[in-house]
């Protein structure tokens, strides 16, 4: 036992150690999110978020319909620390260290009033005031709100139970700016927009559903960003996988968004997020389905290249594990711990790849075996460590077009030239600048010209030997034609009608057939033949 002699108490200056709690590094919009974080947990169905201008006097406001708290727990609750980060927590409970309302509200304001509503108990009223810590250099927690805060508790008073948060002095924010100032008034308005965004992303999962959690700002509801348009035809969601750490799963899910050409251009201006297509891509850790990283590759030295921009990767973790994880008071950074690297990396490594085959041939689902059987007219091909792009003379049109020409050496030569003058340098610059002007495969190309290429790859095919549905199936993996599966159908029905309609000949084993328009005779293996 240590006896009072071999020890000091040294309590820490209130004055200096709330003023270093300023110190988190806090934005607006991920302060306003941990204040959201308390509502959810206390139960809310609704939460109201107010930006009210007045200059330096400005005020923000985040009321909730949640169970409110006592007296007893209002005091403990403003108390920094107020929770043990090693205690077991439920499996809802999106706090930790007991800091963030405290830490949240000083990053903003010099002075935080909090009244809480409790059924048929009353009110209950604390403020912290850090111009009065200071003056006095103690823990004085003040139970009463200055007048000025009492108006933005209106809302609170007309709801039987529930919280509010009235942050005054934004020093951060609005210090020495006046009420006439339209331009100072505009950037505020502008933080609230940012604001609007932020939540939109982080608890796009919560807000889902008829039953979800229902986010007002300035009375207009925010309407839940997802960022894995699961409900899109051409989203691809591949397989969840269960990880295990310590007997606490996590789970992964990847999904390859939509190329550009198969979205809207509102819904692919709005999958972009607050900060655009290259800046979320990556994982997406959520807590509670509350999300912490919006698009990030974890460490794992990847890049954010424009080409693999359509991989999000969903991952859910257990607040069992924040520790692991290194979860921090903002609720802004995560980082895998060393027993799940491994996967992560693979999982990650198959999204990417996926997501740049997407993203390359501009929509197409793309399988190892469809890779395999797909006719591209440009291949790469590797030449002293670089890539060099060659027309794939095995195309049935360029076969049908060397067969029918008679100066190959000339042929070959414009081939050649064609490859060795592609303009990658301006496409480059332009994809990178301007991403999404470049324009897509067939774009503002009326259908009737897509069939007659179409018709034209069809012909090719016939007169190298394929029959009607054999040529239309190898149809589908000539790219872009998949890209087009109506067109295909459309093709498929008028050949099969014409090829059986034909009449038939009098052949044996090698048969000779003209083609509907007349154009090409060739000779089929099969027996029968049409005329």
Known sequence: MILETEFDIVAPHASSLIESLRAFSYELPTALADLIDNSITAGAKNIWVDFNWDGESSVIAVTDDGQGMSEQQLVSAMRPGSQNPLKVREPHDSGRFGLGLKTAS??????????????ERGAATRCWDLDHVARVNDWQLLRVADAAAVPHFRRLSELPHGTAVIWQQLDRLVANQRTDNEREQLMFLQRANAVRDHLAMVFHQLMAGPRGVRILLNQRPIDPWDPF????????????????????????????????????????????GPRGWNAHQGFYVYRNHRLLVPGDWLGFGWTKDEHYKLARIRVEVPNALDHDWGIDVTKSRALPPAALRDDLRKIGERTRSDAKRVYSHRGAKLTPKADEDRVLLWEPVARHDKTFYRLNRLHPLLKQVIAANSNRAALNALFRLIEETIPFPHITIENSEKPNQISGLFEHIAESQIREVMEQAFESLVASGYGANDAVNRLRTIWPFELFPALLQSLSESKNHAWHSWPLCECTQSSRRHSPKGKATFTRVDPGCWN
């Not at 000083?106 to 059924?119: E, G, P």
């Not at 295990?244 to 968004?257: A, I, K, S, T, Y």
């Open 229 to 272: 348009l699961a409900n899109e035809p051409a989203t691809q969601i591949l397989p969840v996988t269960h990880l295990n750490l310590r007997g606490v799963m996590v789970d992964v899910e990847p999904f390859v968004l939509p190329h550009q050409s198969k979205l809207s251009k509102a819904k692919h201006e709005a999958a972009a």
């Open 106 to 119: 000083f990053s903003q304001c010099r002075r935080v009033t909090v009244r809480s509503l409790v059924q």
